[in-house]
């Protein structure tokens, strides 16, 4: 795209798409260390994962600030005016999906030392990859303005829903047959809520883009039988 | 050859049309065939880099080109249905049906109630004193100027403030009752609050007057137009609802110009 006329401008709008960039990859590695702590009982990495939610919230904070005085000093038109808009209403969004990763984080303590003889945990973490997929796809789309790229984020949304039931079902049934797991079964129940809601926000996101890319409102999506059983 | 405007706006009522316009200064083509509706209940907002024609399109609507010795424009233009370059036009009636304000305030170097006075007596508007009394503070009121010189209707109008003195053209062009005001860049040479109350005042008279807007400032096209046009390189490049050419233009060279990307 060519450059503004005034290159403070193209500055401004380069360090709000670094921060999100940035902010993207940490929502990432939030979500992969999660699930990497919950399989390995790794509680010092849990930890990490915690402290690390701060420089997210961080980085909402100063993305926030900068939309405002971009908006205030250089009335951005159009595509511009698209794109900021879409990096002010994603940012609480992946301040949003950085918490869901920390919520995962916090249960790993909470889940006894031998929950990785839990049939159901092998599940999740395909699923938290498939997540962590669908965020960097979709600040990747925000990136390269990548339209096509968020379309197939929103796509992936229904794979997210699909394991977050097939889990679900999985570990009601092993509760029943197992009511001494209840406890650790329930922690385990929401962390696959959490990264079912993860897919949400990655595909909410993708259609911020969507429409930050085109002018257009992302096509609806299909909502077959695939949507989470509590929705 | 009548051609369709290049994007299409539902208008509630066409106040007037052009239809394949072409002008040229000399053997220079200065607008190069373009076709636009504008309608009564909106204010259209001209927009385009120095040079685009903007202005020089203005200037077709109600013959000011007429002025210029070299230029000569092509085309039909229409007001209310009628061709205003038709032999059988009174250029001085057209330009009193289409009212013009321009870049600098231009008071004539008389009284502010002869300045609004001016017109109507010309035009046989007005039949006594009582009369033109009525009409100068009708058009003043309208203007927004009446409650600051009601009390100093003979002080000369150039002793006004920029703002009042372009308030008082925009007064003086309403005085004749128009259909239609063009309004050339008319906050221009303003400062702020003199650009905020021009603008307040188009809202106004949004719907009583057609009104088509010449601005270098796109902040200002996207405040008082509801429609805008955006000229390049004596092309419409682009015409449809304000909202929908800021937020999402069809035209490459129109997101390139209103971003900022523009040359």
Known sequence: MAEHTIKAFDEEIDKLRGLIAEMGGRAEAAIENAMLALQRQDKTLAAQVVADDKRIDAIEAEVEKLVVQVIALRAPMANDLRDVIAALKIVGVVERIGDY?????????????????????????????????????????????????????????????????????????????????ISECAHLLFIAKNIERIGDHATNVAEMVYYAATGQMAPERERGGTQPLED | MMHEPQTLVPATQTKMTARDVKVF??????????????????????????????????????????????????????????????????????????????????????????????GPRIHGLAHGKADLDVIVEKSLRRAGLWEEVKDRLHDSGTALSGGQQQRLCIGRAIAVEPEVILMDEPCSAL?????????????????????????????????????????????????????????????????????????
């Open chain 2, 191 to 263: 400062d702020p609050i003199a650009t905020a109350k021009i603008e307040e005042l188009i809202h106004e008279l949004r719907g009583r007057y057609a009104i088509v807007i010449v601005t270098h400032n796109m902040q200002q096209a996207a405040r008082v137009s509801q429609r805008t046009a955006f000229f390049h390189l004596g092309e419409l490049v682009e015409y449809g609802v304000t909202s929908d050419i800021f937020t999402n233009p069809r035209q490459e060279r129109t997101k390139d110009y209103i971003t900022g990307r523009y040359g």
């Open chain 2, 25 to 118: 200064y000399g053997e220079k083509q200065a607008i190069k065939g373009v076709s636009i509706d504008v309608d009564m209940d909106n204010v259209t907002a001209f927009i385009g880099p120095s040079g685009c024609g903007k202005s020089t399109f203005l200037r077709t609507l109600n013959r000011m080109n007429d002025t210029v010795a070299s230029a000569r424009t092509e085309g039909t233009i229409t007001l209310d249905g009628e061709d205003i370059y038709a032999p059988s036009m009174d250029v001085v009636q057209l330009r009193a049906r289409v009212g013009m304000v321009f870049q600098k305030p231009n008071p004539f170097p008389k009284s502010i109630y002869e300045n609004i006075a001016y």
């Open chain 1, 101 to 181: 990763a920390k919520n995962i984080a916090k249960r790993v303590p909470l889940i006894a030392a031998n929950q990785r003889t839990l049939e159901p945990v092998s599940l999740l973490p395909s699923m938290g990859q498939v997540a962590a997929e669908m965020v960097h796809d979709a600040l990747n789309a925000f990136a390269a303005r990548d339209a096509d790229l968020a379309t197939a984020v929103i796509e992936r949304d229904t794979v997210v829903d699909d394991f977050y039931n097939s889990v679900f079902r999985s570990l009601v049934t092993y509760m029943v047959e197992n009511p001494k797991t």
